[in-house]
């Protein structure tokens, strides 16, 4: 078991052609990247040592960078999550039969298509000048400066409800304002959950190649209107992992 | 321009947030052995949401430690912890 050698796969793409792709050193050891295929279905994979990968910084980029150098060459790249290896080749293979379904309607969908993200954090400042002018809130905030800690117990709760009512609604207005601008050039868009208080826009979007420019455009442009309010991190381009769910798992067949 | 997107090794969070979870995700069972066995598709939605993430494990876990425990896949699965810290330096 130890040193066997397992096949890690990174992606689908759409091809009939084997192809190869940048290696990378995994382990002191230089592994080619070449595809298995299936119809004109193909998984992207490389054969390495069989054992469980760690989601650890190496790791992770690693799966990362595979998937980046096949973006680069191809226009229907279908992301697989993080630390997938198998036994033999002929695994990878039935893998693709099953999936084949599932990858026919996919490849249309997203060829030509990038996942960008964008996440808006609000600047701690103007949160607080934000906050700071809302006359209820400052009372309450008095009521729980003159009491104790004890009597004021229910008063700063009530102050914490009115701090999540507050940063709920920068949330819709930046929603309006940035996600709604951004959604008409975008194929598909995903809001996912804030992560911390001061994310105000966490989403994914999918866009179509040609339009990558006016995307990135659009975000600067919002960005030259919103830059002293909120943090923009943008990113990409991704392969539509925030669209593309397909979670699979294993029957024994009696 | 003023804002350019990137995926490079900065925005290791914003790795993380996709690769745990998204996309095709397998089944750890399913990796072990998949001839003879039937794979089913659980779920297969396209172009909708995913509403986990992993992130949390990540954090749970100190990911950004180099090494995990060895049993680390069976939490991977499994633990959740309730809250997470958006940390990263927003450049």
Known sequence: MENENGIYVFCGIQ??????????LMDGEEREIYTIHYKDAAMVVAEMPMKIYHPDKDNLMMHQQVISTVMNKKDTVIPISFGNIFHTEEDVIALLKSLYPQLETLFPKIKGKIEVGLKA???????????NQNDKVMKKKDVVKSKSEAAGYFDRIQLGEMAKNFVK???????TNIHDELTPIAEADKLNEPIGEK??????YLVDREKEAAFDKKVNKLHDIWKDRVDFKYT???PAYNFINIKLKVEETS | MAIQKST?????????????????????????????IELITVEARVVVASVDTWL???EAVGLLRDEIEEDGLSDRLSSRSDSVEYDEEVS
């Open chain 1, 121 to 131: 954090v609000g600047k701690k400042e103007w949160l607080q000048k934000n906050i």
């Open chain 1, 199 to 204: 994310m105000l826009l966490n989403a994914a």
């Open chain 1, 15 to 24: 091809t009939e052609t084997p192809s190869t792709f940048n290696s990378i």
């Open chain 1, 169 to 175: 609604s920068m949330r819709d207005d930046i929603q």
């Open chain 2, 56 to 58: 949390r494990y990540a």
């Open chain 2, 8 to 36: 490079d090794s900065s925005s290791l969070a914003e790795v993380i947030d996709r690769i745990l979870d998204k996309g095709i995700v397998i089944d750890a069972f399913a990796r072990v052995s998949v001839v003879g």
């Open chain 1, 236 to 238: 990409g381009p991704w």
